[in-house]
Nanobody, 118 residues
């Protein structure tokens, strides 16, 4: 059974940090591209960051220089270190994974809420 389970969300003051974790199971994690996406109320889902199986990363413009995505293939984990958080980072953050031969994401987690207070 495929699972992506996010954790680490919470309430933090502006300027603070959080680290999100995504635990994967049920598929060949090490070859999959994993992404973090977020969705704020009334807004479209937005790319935060992606990381390929080999470690190549990509970031959304709004988080470049503040967020860092990483993965531990031995543990089937992906992390999102979020620093210098802003109120506009408030959203539900989702972990997703797709096979490198696919353009669409195959699996999604349930999401974790991040709230940044001003």
């Amino acid at each position: 059974q495929v699972q992506l389970v996010e954790s680490g969300g919470g309430l933090v003051q502006a300027g603070g940090s959080l680290r999100l974790s995504c635990a994967a199971s049920g598929f060949i994690f090490r070859i999959y591209t994993v992404g973090w996406y977020r969705q704020a109320p009334g807004k479209q889902r937005e790319l935060v960051a992606t990381i390929r199986g080999g470690g190549t990363t990509n970031y959304g413009d709004s988080v470049k220089g503040r967020f860092t995505i990483s993965r531990d293939n031995a543990k089937n984990m992906v992390y999102l270190q979020m620093n210098s958080l802003k109120p506009e980072d408030t959203a539900v953050y989702y972990c997703a994974a797709h096979h490198p031969n696919d353009s669409q994401y195959d699996y999604w987690g349930q999401g974790t809420q991040v709230t940044v207070s001003s």
